[in-house]
Structure formats: structure tokens, C-alpha cells
């Protein structure tokens, strides 16, 4: 079975600061994407950032990156320069190729800024 | 933002009624999806549509059906309401794919809180 586990039900920072989400999944699949999705308190699913599973190189998308450890199947997001609108629930998500496009969530990080 | 909109956006029902959740999109895209969002549980498929009469389930597919007569509409019908279905549904889309299945980001819609008394 395809498992992801967000191991930190919340996290906190300190504004400019970094802070690292931590996420380790399970598939004995080949062919996957792993993803960050941030949800704010009006609900809305936001898409962070986007990790190929083929590709070595992390994903990098302004403030945000990861931290992609293929063997170890470890998928951290890395948020610098922390800002007050990062506040938010962050869930990490595996998609698999070969089952209809079906992501599998963890279960979120709740991260809040500090001023 | 994805074209996406969801109706309604909350509703109340009782034990036993049906209800229907639509699920509109603009993008014309392929798949759409549904989700529903418990606390400690992320969000978990319920079911899917891979083009218009074509779907499938998900992981917790039992008390919900699905139709998709258009491209652009994927309903989501709960026969009897229960309890245990109060929840937050999402619906997303997505449009690329490889070796037909999707493997493109899903885009999600705003969201419909449903609560069952």
C-alpha cells in the first residue's frame, strides 16, 4: 500500500526565518510525482511547488524548495525568508502514474509565523 | 487560477436525505476528481472520471456515486446522508497525461462543507 506521512502536526517560524516540513512516503512504484499543497484558512488547495519523481534536480520555486532523497524516500519543503501569509496547513502528496492520477495525502503540517 | 467552481459552497441536511454536489469546470480538462477532507486524514479520493461516462473509485468510494455527462460538470451524489459523511469536499482537475492516465498537477476547487444531523 502507497502511504505519506507528515510526521509534524505543526510547525512554527519566526518571520524571515527558514523552517523545513518534513514528508516520507511508500510506493513500490517507479513513476510517481510528489507534491506541496498549502491550505490557508479560506480552504483553498494551492499548489507549492512539484517534484518529478526521474528527475535528481530539486524543484525550486521562489521562496520554496525541497529537499528529494529518492533511496531514503524523503520529500521535505524548505520555506525561506519566512512571511506572515506562509501561515497555513501544508500537506505533501504522492500521484501515481499508474492508477488514474490518484494523489495520497499525508495527513498536514500546521505551520504558523511568528512576527 | 483553474476555472473551477463548486456548488453549493455548505450545506445542512438531515440522516437519510439525498444530496447532490456539482462540480463546474472552464478548462476543459479531462479528469476530475473528488475528495473529501476529514481532520487527521488529509484529503482521500472518492472517485474519479477519466472523460465523459468513464469513472471510477477511489479509496472511499462506499455511500457516493458519481456521473459525468459533460466535459465540464462531475457530480458527486450521496444516495442516504449519514453522519459519518459530514465532511469538506473538494473536487480537481487535471489534463496531461502519459500512457493515458493522468500524471499532471490537479487544480482544486474551492471546496463544499456538508454537515449531516
Known amino acids: 500500500a502507497q502511504t505519506v506521512t507528515q510526521s509534524q502536526p505543526e510547525m512554527s517560524v519566526q518571520e524571515a526565518e527558514t523552517v523545513t516540513l518534513s514528508c516520507t512516503y511508500d510506493?513500490?512504484?517507479?513513476?510517481?510525482?510528489l507534491f506541496w499543497y498549502k491550505q490557508p484558512p479560506s480552504r483553498q488547495m494551492i499548489l507549492v511547488i512539484r517534484?518529478?519523481?526521474?528527475?535528481?534536480q530539486n524543484a525550486t520555486e521562489n521562496r520554496f524548495s525541497v529537499n528529494f532523497q529518492k533511496a531514503a524516500k524523503s520529500f521535505s519543503l524548505k520555506i525561506s525568508d519566512s512571511q506572515l501569509g506562509d501561515a497555513a496547513m501544508y500537506f505533501c502528496?504522492?500521484?501515481?502514474?499508474?492508477?488514474?492520477?490518484?494523489?495520497?495525502f499525508g495527513q498536514g503540517t500546521e505551520l504558523s509565523v511568528k512576527p | 487560477d483553474a476555472g473551477i467552481t463548486q456548488s453549493p459552497r455548505h450545506k445542512v441536511t438531515e440522516t437519510g436525505t439525498p444530496v447532490t454536489l456539482r462540480c463546474h469546470q472552464t478548462?476543459?480538462?479531462?479528469?476530475m476528481y473528488w475528495y473529501r477532507q476529514d481532520p487527521g486524514h488529509g484529503l482521500r479520493l472518492i472517485h474519479y472520471s477519466y472523460g465523459v461516462k468513464d469513472t471510477d473509485k477511489g479509496e472511499v468510494s462506499d455511500g457516493y456515486s458519481v456521473s459525468r455527462s459533460k466535459t465540464e460538470d462531475f457530480l458527486l451524489t450521496l444516495e442516504s446522508a449519514t453522519s459519518s459523511q459530514t465532511s469538506v469536499y473538494f473536487c480537481a482537475i487535471s489534463e496531461s497525461e502519459t500512457s493515458g492516465v493522468s500524471s499532471d498537477t490537479q487544480y482544486f476547487g474551492p471546496g463544499t462543507r456538508l454537515t449531516v444531523l
Open positions: 502528496a504522492l500521484l501515481l502514474y499508474n492508477q488514474g492520477g490518484k494523489l495520497i
Open positions: 510506493t513500490s512504484e517507479s513513476d510517481y510525482y
Open positions: 478548462e476543459n480538462h479531462r479528469y
Open positions: 517534484q518529478e519523481a526521474y528527475k535528481q
